[in-house]
């Protein structure tokens, strides 16, 4: 089997890069960039050199370009080594690297430490990319950690405690766009999770959205009253944990019926692991390029 041999289904593909099945979709029938051939039953399979385009594709919108842009600039390059028969590597290896030195750090309760690695991380990637894959990694494996009990309540508390405050100061310096809609974000119910939260938050933030972030503990009867106040465009909801999925999911399809004109979104690991059809149009997604595909299809 060569490199350009297909070997990887769609959901393989998807869960190897980190974004959805429907975003590769969308991706192929919108930019023809990847044309991936069909096995007997005519299904998709993506080759090793393929594989790599899109990882490459990828990285560059996590460091904030579109991906009509990112395809654009792909022309001319080199994405493949034939010599080595693998991907050529970039930066994105080092990211990781970043997230787990963080995590360590900062379970040894070294917020100087902490500081140093988030500079360097600044002073390498783009925010976008330090706070949605360094951080958002840093987050994941952190609740990881704490649900498998290799970990105290008290690291996690150091470590949630200094993510979000490094990321609400990058919220709050952040300018809006006056002529860009408002959103609410707020999390499910029973969740006390709010970090995924913000991060997309500043995501939003950062493409000029007002986002009203509400956070944890706030009952449907305030989130409506904030509605009928702020009239926004877009609710966000998340989860994290699954048992509060369905609570979760009650919430926002409540939501819908009541504001039909309102789009509503989910991000969240709970919703990650719904099936791909059920209520897949409520769920954002897990990755910078996720959001931008939901959001060009439900906010533009």
């Not at 600039?73 to 493949?80: D, F």
């Not at 405050?165 to 499910?188: E, N, Q």
């Not at 009867?221 to 979760?248: T, Y």
Request: charged share 25%.
């Amino acid at each position: 089997m060569t490199s350009k041999d297909g070997k990887y289904n769609i959901k393989a593909a998807s869960t190897r890069l980190g974004i959805r099945p429907g975003t590769l979709r969308a991706w192929e029938r919108r930019y023809q960039v990847i044309c991936p051939a069909r096995n007997a039953a005519g299904h998709r399979v993506y080759s090793d050199e393929q594989i790599a385009v899109l990882e490459w594709l990828i990285g560059k919108v996590s460091e904030g370009f579109t991906i009509k842009q990112a395809v654009e600039l792909i022309e001319g390059e080199t994405l493949w080594s034939e010599e080595t028969g693998q991907a050529k590597q970039d930066k994105a290896n080092y990211v990781k690297q970043l997230a787990d030195e963080l995590l360590e750090v900062l379970l040894s309760f070294n917020e100087q430490g902490a500081t140093e690695i988030l500079n360097e991380a600044f002073s390498i990637y783009s925010l976008e990319k330090v706070t949605i894959e360094l951080l958002g990694t840093t987050l994941k494996e952190m609740l990881k950690k704490r649900r498998e009990n290799t970990t105290t309540l008290a690291h996690e508390r150091f470590v949630t405690t200094f993510l979000f405050t490094k990321i609400a100061s990058l919220v709050f310096h952040t300018p809006v766009d006056p002529a860009m809609p408002r959103v609410v974000a707020a999390c499910g119910p029973f969740e006390n999770q709010e970090l995924s939260l913000l991060i997309f938050t500043l995501y939003l933030r950062r493409k000029g959205f007002e986002v009203i972030f509400l956070g944890a503990g706030i009952s449907e009867k305030d989130v409506e009253l904030v509605f009928k106040e702020v009239n926004p465009k877009l609710f966000v909801s998340s989860c994290i944990e699954k048992e509060n999925v369905g609570s979760a999911l009650s919430h926002l399809q409540k939501i819908q019926g009541r504001h039909p004109l309102m789009e509503v979104g989910a991000i969240g690991e709970a919703f990650e692991l719904l099936p791909e059809g059920e209520h897949a149009s409520l769920f954002i997604g897990r990755s910078r390029a996720d959001w931008e595909h939901w959001l060009e299809l439900h906010c533009s």
